[in-house]
């Protein structure tokens, strides 16, 4: 067996796990083709031995004992009296002390397990990681992963229904699209039918399912598909959340070499914004929350249950549809360059002026607004 190298600390985690204390299972992702994500590429994927995770969570433990007698001593601990405990040396072990200084201090309710796929370790393991975690802090409420679609089918429901009573309640799955063609043209490795049955797994272990939409990645051939398939998959498998993250291209993704060669036409902010209307007026028969929570999306205002909440998720879409070319100019960049926080900023007399004072120095036009967004969205991802 390999070394135990210290408490590590994986590239990623959703938005939504904020305030979770990161614990990795695995390292990069098993699968790492799908043209659209570079995140892990170049790097080698591999499971961690379950021992090691024990034994960053009993360091989690001790770190997390040792600030709690300080801050609770009669008086309390000032800052000296923590960096005191802080470790010098090695860089893990300070990474570490870190991780549990952070979780305490956001009350200690939820556990985020890295990295892209943790539902690819084998279900016994995973119950015994799971097990030591409920044991070392028995007031969490919610451990999380992320996990691929194809993974997932492969597990039988009895080793889905052992991972929910051993704690695992929320699952994070990379969906991005229901539509064959764009699944296949994007290397997912995962067809429409596989997502289904494995949100449906999900679902039926009694884990929280959360589902990501991802449009504008079938570009301009496949919009539409791309949001009618979506749809009608997110529609059988009727997942907790539903969350939007738009198609952002930087130069080091496959992705970015099919737009240079033509085999990938982009969509632009408009046809990005009539494709994701049109995929939430196609939800049909659910319950999900759908959330538009990253710095990626448009509109994060895109925020309610189905299907009560419809006319308020799509009402900016058709509000911003609805404006003169010139003024959708404004509502992107304003958006892009993060002066405005909502749609509604637009009309904002002090943001717009802004806006409009950007857009006459950098000389951003309708004819050049797509390739303005898209090299603002590069720098997020």
Same mark, same amino acid.
């Given at each position: 067996?390999?070394?135990?190298?210290?408490?590590?600390?994986?590239?990623?985690?959703?938005?939504?796990?904020?305030? %979770?204390?990161?614990?990795?299972?695995?390292?990069?992702?098993?699968?790492?083709?799908?043209?659209?994500?570079?995140?892990?590429?170049?790097?080698?994927?591999?499971?961690?031995?379950?021992?090691?995770?024990?034994?960053?969570?009993?360091?989690?433990?001790?770190?997390?004992?040792?600030?709690?007698?300080?801050?609770?001593?009669? $008086? $309390?601990?000032?800052? !000296?009296?923590?960096? *005191? =405990?802080?470790?010098?040396?090695?860089?893990?072990?300070?990474?570490?002390?870190?991780?549990?200084?952070?979780?305490?201090?956001?009350?200690?309710?939820?556990?985020?397990?890295?990295?892209?796929?943790?539902?690819?370790?084998?279900?016994?393991?995973?119950?015994?990681?799971?097990?030591?975690?409920?044991?070392?802090?028995?007031?969490?409420? !919610?451990?999380?992963?992320?996990?691929?679609?194809?993974?997932? *089918?492969?597990?039988?429901? &009895?080793?889905?229904?052992?991972?929910?009573?051993?704690?695992?309640?929320?699952?994070?799955?990379?969906?991005? %699209?229901? *539509?064959?063609?764009? =699944?296949?043209?994007?290397?997912? $490795?995962?067809?429409? &039918?596989?997502?289904?049955?494995?949100?449906?797994?999900?679902?039926?272990? $009694?884990?929280?399912?959360?589902?990501?939409?991802?449009?504008?990645?079938?570009?301009?051939?496949?919009s539409r598909e791309n949001a009618l398939e979506t749809a009608e998959a997110l529609s059988r498998i009727d997942p907790d959340f539903i969350r939007i993250r738009s198609l952002a291209i930087s130069p080091e993704l496959e992705l970015f070499q099919d737009c240079q060669s033509g085999a990938f036409r982009k969509l632009g902010e408009v046809g990005m914004v009539e494709e994701l209307l049109l995929f939430l007026e196609n939800l049909r028969g659910i319950h999900s929350r759908v959330k538009s929570d990253h710095v990626l999306n448009l509109f994060p205002e895109v925020d309610g249950r189905l299907p009560d909440d419809r006319q308020r998720l799509t009402a900016p879409l058709r509000a911003f549809l609805a404006l003169a070319p010139d003024e959708q100019l404004l509502c992107v960049v304003g958006r892009r360059t993060g002066i405005f926080s909502r749609f509604a900023d637009l009309y904002d007399p002090t943001r717009r002026r802004q806006v409009e004072a950007l857009c006459a120095e950098h000389q951003i036009t309708l004819d050049n607004l797509d390739d303005f967004s898209t090299r603002m969205m590069a720098q997020l991802i």
């Open positions: 067996m390999e070394p135990y190298q210290g408490y590590e600390l994986g590239p990623i985690r959703p938005p939504s796990e904020a305030q %979770s204390l990161l614990l990795r299972i695995t390292r990069n992702c098993p699968w790492n083709r799908c043209t659209f994500c570079g995140i892990y590429k170049g790097e080698r994927f591999s499971v961690r031995p379950v021992e090691h995770v024990k034994r960053d969570i009993d360091r989690i433990r001790q770190h997390v004992s040792a600030i709690e007698r300080v801050v609770n001593r009669p $008086g $309390g601990g000032d800052r !000296r009296d923590l960096l *005191a =405990l802080q470790p010098e040396r090695p860089a893990s072990e300070r990474l570490a002390f870190q991780a549990a200084l952070n979780w305490l201090y956001s009350g200690m309710k939820s556990v985020f397990l890295q990295d892209a796929n943790s539902l690819v370790v084998k279900p016994d393991h995973l119950v015994a990681i799971l097990n030591h975690l409920r044991e070392a802090f028995p007031q969490i409420e !919610r451990i999380t992963s992320y996990a691929r679609s194809h993974s997932i *089918a492969r597990i039988s429901d &009895e080793d889905m229904a052992r991972l929910a009573a051993a704690g695992l309640n929320r699952i994070h799955i990379g969906l991005e %699209s229901g *539509a064959d063609a764009v =699944l296949e043209f994007v290397k997912k $490795g995962v067809d429409k &039918e596989t997502q289904v049955i494995a949100g449906q797994k999900v679902k039926r272990a $009694g884990i929280e399912l959360s589902e990501y939409f991802m449009p504008g990645l079938g570009g301009e051939k496949f």
